[in-house]
Nanobody
Framework: QVQLVESGGGWVQAGGSLKLSCAAS????????MGWYRQAPGEQRELVAT????????NYADSVKGRFTISRDNAKNTVYLQMNSLKPEDTAVYYC?????????WGKGTLVTVSS
């Protein structure tokens, strides 16, 4: 049973920073693609960023390019999302997603609130 545990969400003022973490278990589960999605109230869930197994290929939503950075530590089976220059429109529940051989798994989400 694959489990994803997210942490790092919280409240921050506009212009601030937060770093999200998502640890996957069991430790020997290596995901091909790890990523972050978000869902704001009343909105559909959207892609934020993804990263390949080697960490060399990343993909970002246009709205976060230049402000967010995704990274992963395969030894810890953890994916990170460094979020800088946060804006009120970044307020959402952020979900970790990992994929392996076409099968995707979701975390329960962590709330990020950015006040103006």
């Amino acid at each position: 049973q694959v489990q994803l545990v997210e942490s790092g969400g919280g409240w921050v003022q506009a212009g601030g920073s937060l770093k999200l973490s998502c640890a996957a278990s069991p430790i020997n589960f290596i995901a091909n693609i790890m990523g972050w999605y978000r869902q704001a109230p009343g909105e559909q869930r959207e892609l934020v960023a993804t990263i390949s197994i080697g960490g060399k290929i990343t993909n970002y939503a246009d709205s976060v390019k230049g402000r967010f950075t995704i990274s992963r530590d395969n030894a810890k089976n953890t994916v990170y999302l460094q979020m800088n220059s946060l804006k009120p429109e970044d307020t959402a529940v952020y979900y970790c997603n990992v994929k392996r051989i076409g099968v995707g798994y979701w975390g329960k989400g962590t709330l990020v609130t950015v006040s103006s």
